[in-house]
């Protein structure tokens, strides 16, 4: 006979106080690592190209952005790695240790980008300190998420799940406003010779304020009810990463198809549309910011509809719902962005983050409800890496790559549209989750 484990009852486990430490601590965490991941990928479209790869930029500046586009996605090559070792870590000595330990290692790597020597003053040394701070921000991101979704959905009352889930992927579109908003300002209250001399450095700099809050918050969070029942029972997975390879291909598998249109499309967001409408279609740098920083509020409030949703309608539904939109609203949103006018090309993105909500809510809530306990921050942490690696890492090289080959962005819209097909159908093959029990089961 099975006994349900306490964490599944309809009320939760936690106080309401409880409840708002918890959401406060994934909050705050995603948060700011979003916005250290932010500044480097927003600066990258703009400003490092010339910073950092000087001769390059220079000679083939088409070039030099490809491959300081290719920066950002050389990060989510070790994103993996972080993931395999904060889930192995996280499902042997619990979700609370790794999130402090990740948070405080991806500020620490943020605060020595804005210190770095640029290539005119110690040469080919700059782009490879950069890389070395980048592969740590990769490995940081990598643990840093499946941490901070399990402690969320472990802490939410069963009905609420999807809901509680959606705090820490709130913390991307609120780290996009934050990292925008930042620049936007110092875009408009310095010269542009200023910004490249040192203004760039404040962003990257600010993130030391950032991390001793979030460190001090994440700090004050009980340890999951999951993880401390299964501490109590004593049945943590004494090899979760074996044990997920061996017995739960299929999860991985489909958590890593369910993320990857939804993480392109974001970093089109992110990355792609700022230096695309800034460079090639040569619209003022300031309003492109300001306009991707409203956006950006679009995909708060819409992340958080998602995660809402889900728990009346059920997961796939939400996930199927906002794939439907991005892709039909691709090929209109280029020709929108086209058009050169800032007002449309708002438009345009905003329309974009209801879709991009609908398919981000729900994800926390899915992924733990795909796993059982004892693997579970190992099993979500590497579906999502994976996601993250087929999806965002390489998408604005990719795009750039296409826009030079094709002259023609609906092309870019097309490869979205592939990957929106592939998500959808790795939802419908994890079938639907919402109400699965998360605790650890007596026999």
Known sequence: ????????????????????????????????????????????ATLLSPLFLAPLNQSNPGLAQILSFALIGISFLFRPLGAVVAGHLGDRLGR????????????????????????????????????????????????????????????????????????????????????????????????????????WRVPFLLSIILIVVGYLIRRAVAESPVFQEMAARKQESKAPLGELVRRHKKPVLYSTMIFIANNAAGYLLIAFFIAYATRTLQMPTPQVLLATTLASFGWLIFTLAGGWLSDRIGRVKTFLTGYAIIFAWMIPMFALIDTKNIWLYGLALFVLTVGLGLSYGPMSAMYAEMFPANVRYSGISIGYAFGAILGGAFAATIAEAL?????????????????????????????????????????
């Not at 030079?404 to 994890?430: D, F, N, P, R």
Request: charged share 15%; with cysteine.
């Open 1 to 44: 006979m099975t006994t349900p484990s306490k964490v599944d009852t309809l009320a939760g486990p936690s106080s309401r106080r409880e409840e708002r430490k918890v959401l406060a601590g994934t909050l705050v965490g995603t948060t700011i690592e979003w916005y250290d991941f932010f500044i480097f990928a927003q600066l990258t």
């Open 96 to 199: 609370k240790a790794m999130l402090v330990f990740t948070l405080v290692m991806m500020g620490a790597a943020t605060a020595l980008i804005g210190m770095l020597p640029t290539y005119a003053q110690i040469g080919a040394w700059a782009p490879v300190l950069l890389i070395t701070l980048r592969v740590i921000q990769g490995f940081s991101a990598g643990g840093e998420w499946g941490g901070a979704a399990l402690m969320a959905v472990e802490h939410a009352p069963l009905n609420k799940r999807g809901l509680f889930g959606a705090y820490p992927q709130v913390g991307v579109p609120i780290g996009m406003i934050l990292a925008t908003g930042l620049l936007f300002f110092l875009n408009s209250s310095m010269s542009k010779e200023d910004f490249a001399a040192w203004g």
């Open 403 to 443: 826009l030079q080959t094709t002259k023609w962005t609906g092309s870019i819209g097309i490869y979205i549209m592939i990957l929106c097909v592939i998500s959808a159908i790795g939802v419908v093959l994890a079938k639907e989750t919402k109400g699965r029990p998360l605790g650890v089961s007596h026999h």
